[in-house]
């Protein structure tokens, strides 16, 4: 398959590209930008005129819901739902049913998003058997299956040894650890920030130090065992400020947060809006600047959907029954224009965070854009102002706190491997 796309503002984070140039796709490889090959014929013209050409993103959180919870969404719809997001490689979390932890069912899910032909997909093995937190997994088979990293997802490891022991384990082996840090005592039964808008409704509460205590754990093991972990989704300021210390002592440690964190606060709970029951839960103001400060500053790594679609019957519910969770792999890369342009904050930086810097997280050739690479491409329209509705999610899961939002630019083409995967229909 030949492709031309013609005149897009060709942006690639990591070496600083960003002129109007013509790339040329052949064999799922980029072969030229801005130089027409020699007997290069084309099966497919793109007109990327006023838009830009950019490296396909990269999700380090989205929840695909097989095998087990295929009622709430399929490999296929959130697939098709990355794609139309330009997402092209994505890892999902293990707290399928049954869980992540046998080689079997990491290769049959590997198999079966292969099958589709669109995002790429880099499962993470459960930690632990059946994620229970008690005896470790087989990471060295969970490995070979496919697994990049090895993850508790939302389920807690109450003992400490037993987290001392993966660790070590995995520093042995040179695995990363992936850990959600949320105190499970400080945290059970809570739904909510322990702030003003809790308490006001009467929520029961979850404290920003079950963040750090967490964080100030798995830090110490760190130490400890010499382990390399990714923290995932921090909520907090206090916990920021950790991370921060962390790096600047050398420890090799990562994080992300998610577009929920980075826009939103406790306040947008409103009148118990389920939307907003997220965990970790939304937090302060205060919490939510300092998350975009370390986001832009590179302290936070990377920015993640927090992909996970949930039956809308299950948000319905009063707010503490309500499941957790948002839909979100469409709005990460407009979501991701609408912080960099409120905080000025370069380009360039803010799609690195959204392309180069998590697929060095999870050690992938991918968030690139140059000659010779993996021609996995999203073509973004900055002029096309959409709405969020349910009716205008590919996914099977409508519900996200940014419903009825207008979003800065759409997706309009996403390349994966050189294939056209998705092209939006014309509006």
């Not at 206090?238 to 306040?267: F, M, Q, W, Y």
Request: proline letters at 7%; a negative charge; aromatic letters at 4%.
């Amino acid at each position: 398959m030949k492709i031309r796309i013609n005149q897009g503002r060709v942006m690639n984070p990591g070496n600083g590209l960003d002129e109007v140039q013509d790339v040329f796709v052949a064999a799922g490889k980029i072969v030229s930008i801005g130089q027409e090959p020699s007997g290069f014929t084309p099966n497919k013209v793109i007109d990327a005129h006023e838009k830009w050409v950019l490296p396909g993103l990269v999700d380090l959180a989205a929840r695909l819901r097989e095998p087990g919870y295929e009622y709430l969404a399929t490999l296929e719809s959130e697939m098709f739902a990355a794609t139309a997001g330009g997402v092209t490689s994505l890892s999902c979390p293990p707290d399928t049913d049954p869980p992540l932890d046998e080689p079997g069912l990491v290769e049959m899910l590997k198999h079966r998003a292969a099958n589709r032909h669109q995002a790429n997909v880099y499962p993470l093995g459960a930690l632990t058997q059946q994620l229970k937190g008690q005896r470790l997994t087989e990471m060295g088979e969970l490995r070979d299956a496919g697994c990049v990293a090895f993850s508790q997802a939302n389920a807690p490891l109450t003992d400490t040894l037993v987290l001392m022991r993966a660790l070590d384990y995995a520093a042995t082996f040179d695995f990363t650890v992936w850990l959600q840090p949320q105190d499970p005592h400080l945290s059970k039964d809570g739904v909510a920030h322990d702030g003003e808008v809790a308490t006001r409704l009467g929520l029961p509460a979850i404290p920003a130090c079950a963040e750090t205590i967490a964080i100030s754990t798995i830090m110490e093991l760190m130490r400890q065992t010499g382990a390399r972990v990714h923290l995932c989704r921090l909520s907090s300021a206090a916990g920021l400020a950790l991370v921060r210390a962390g790096k600047a002592e050398g420890l090799p440690l990562t994080c992300d947060v998610s577009i929920n964190h980075l826009h939103l606060s406790e306040h947008d709970l409103g009148y118990f809006n389920a939307h907003c029951r997220l965990t970790p839960p939304l937090r302060s103001p205060a919490d939510r600047n300092a998350l975009r400060a370390g986001l832009s500053d590179g302290t936070i790594d990377a920015l993640v959907s927090d992909h996970a679609p949930v039956d809308m019957d299950a948000k319905q519910l009063p707010f503490e029954a309500a499941e957790p969770g948002a839909t979100g792999l469409e709005l990460l890369l407009p979501l991701t224009i609408k912080w960099a342009h409120e905080d000025r904050v370069p380009l360039k930086t803010a799609l690195t965070r959204i392309t180069q810097a998590p697929a060095r997280i999870l050690g992938i050739a991918a968030g690139q854009l140059a000659i010779g690479g993996v021609a996995d491409l999203c073509i973004f329209d900055p002029r096309e102002e959409w709405v969020v509705t349910p009716h205008s999610l590919k996914s099977q899961g409508k519900n996200t706190p940014f419903l009825n939002l207008p979003l800065p630019g759409r997706v309009t083409h996403t390349l994966v491997g050189g294939f056209l995967v998705y092209e939006s229909s014309p509006h």
